[in-house]
Every structure is written in C-alpha cells, then in structure tokens.
C-alpha cells in the first residue's frame, strides 16, 4: 500500500525529524567563541577579590602598628611589616598627641598580565599616644599612672 501523495511532505531544509541540517555545529562554534571569554572573566574576578584581601591585609597592618606605636613599643613598623603583605612600605609618624601608620603595597597579577593589572593598596591608621597621655588637670607621665 503506497502512502497518500497528499500527506507526504515534500523534502526541504529540515531532516526526518525537523532539525535544520546547516545548524548541526553552531553550538560548539558558539561555545569555543564564549568559553574563553568566561575563563578570563572568572580570573579576572578571582584577581579582584584576591586584590581586596591584600586591602584588608594593609587596613589591619596599619591598626596593629598604630596600635602598637600608641603603646610606645620600639618596633612597631616591624609589628605592621609582618602583618602586611609583602614588599609593603610602612611608615610611622610620631606626633607629640597621635602616632600615624600608613602601610602601602604594591599588589600585581600573576604572568604577562602583570603590567597590566598592578595597582597599589594601602591603609592609614591614627591612634591616641597612650605612653605620653595627660590628665585634665595637668598630670603627666607613662600611662597607666
């Protein structure tokens, strides 16, 4: 029994079962192009978050050496050197009522993209001088007194 002339369905740009025959790779074309791209965006952004902890690391650098300068300890730039990271610049500025600490750092990518994407993070940090406070009436002297 042959099949009615009037339901078959003459042949055109679609196979058996619909599909189009020209769109057979157009996806992987599509993701060999994207997936580079995301590849570079995923390190990119692991760059930035990697660049906001080397922020926090000055930020606490410069608390804990203001601290310890406030205190009057003698090495407080080496106290903020070990907690920043590293090829930080430290600078400690005594004030006869305040002490200043201000950590600075450069913080680059890895490879050829180092150049590139190098900024510079840093932090100031401003503390109360505890080892020359004065009473409000006229005291002086090492604090506790």
Same mark, same amino acid.
């Given at each position: 029994?042959?099949?009615?002339?009037?339901?078959? %369905?003459?042949?055109?740009?679609?196979?058996?079962?619909?599909? @189009?025959?020209? &769109?057979? =790779? +157009? !996806?992987?074309?599509?993701?060999?192009?994207?997936?580079?791209?995301?590849?570079?965006?995923?390190?990119?952004?692991?760059?930035?978050?990697?660049?906001?902890?080397? %922020?926090?690391?000055? !930020?606490?650098?410069?608390?804990?050496?203001?601290?310890?300068?406030?205190?009057?300890?003698?090495?407080?730039?080496?106290?903020?050197?070990?907690?920043?990271?590293?090829?930080?610049?430290?600078? !400690?500025?005594?004030?006869? &009522?305040?002490?200043?600490?201000?950590? &600075?750092?450069?913080?680059?990518?890895?490879? @050829? +993209?180092?150049?590139?994407?190098?900024? @510079?993070?840093?932090?100031?940090?401003?503390?109360?001088?505890? &080892?020359?406070?004065? =009473?409000?009436?006229?005291?002086?002297?090492?604090?506790? =007194?």
């Amino acid at each position: 029994m042959r099949p009615d002339p009037s339901s078959v %369905q003459p042949p055109g740009p679609r196979g058996p079962r619909g599909r @189009r025959r020209g &769109d057979a =790779g +157009f !996806v992987t074309a599509e993701t060999a192009v994207a997936l580079p791209a995301l590849v570079l965006l995923a390190a990119l952004l692991v760059w930035a978050v990697l660049a906001a902890a080397a %922020q926090l690391r000055c !930020v606490d650098a410069a608390r804990v050496g203001a601290r310890a300068a406030a205190r009057g300890e003698a090495d407080a730039a080496g106290v903020a050197r070990a907690a920043a990271p590293p090829g930080a610049a430290v600078l !400690v500025d005594l004030a006869p &009522d305040t002490v200043r600490v201000t950590v &600075d750092a450069p913080y680059g990518a890895p490879g @050829r +993209f180092a150049e590139v994407l190098a900024v @510079r993070v840093g932090a100031t940090a401003v503390a109360a001088r505890e &080892d020359t406070l004065k =009473g409000a009436e006229g005291g002086g002297g090492p604090w506790p =007194g």
